[in-house]
């Protein structure tokens, strides 16, 4: 049986809202590290990202950007679809450098994205897809 001194645990930290504020300002930059941050600092990752969803639900979620769904064309085998794809780095959003293809064969059929592709609207293609088969 264990004593109830060897039980004891260390008390928890307790940070100010000063230093959190900081620690949540800086992971919010754009290519700021969260891991990183945390660990400069002294803390889990994970009680940063606490941190982070409880600031967010203070000042209200952000609404997402609604989902740009693409036009898509189904190729069959036999044809051509080099010469007859549809070019989708035509409707990319301006200004979007075009950085390569993504090519998908699912269920028989072939989606392929050239150019800057948005997150948000391959996951809301990939969800559909999912759905559908």
Known sequence: M??????KRPPRRQH???FKARLVRESMQAGASVAAIAMANGINANMLF???RERQCQEGAPQPAPAVLLPVRLASESEDS?????P?????????????????????GRLRLRGAV????????????????
């Not at 080099?82 to 549809?86: E, H």
């Not at 293809?101 to 269920?107: F, G, H, N, P």
């Open 118 to 133: 948005d997150e948000a609207s391959l996951c809301s293609v990939l969800r559909a897809l999912r759905q559908s088969t």
């Open 50 to 52: 606490k941190w982070r």
């Open 16 to 18: 100010d809202r000063a």
């Open 88 to 108: 989708l780095a035509a409707i990319a959003p301006a200004g979007a450098k075009s950085t390569g293809v993504i090519e998908l064969e699912i269920a028989g």
């Open 2 to 7: 264990k004593s109830q001194t060897g039980n």
């Open 82 to 86: 080099a010469a007859k794809a549809l």
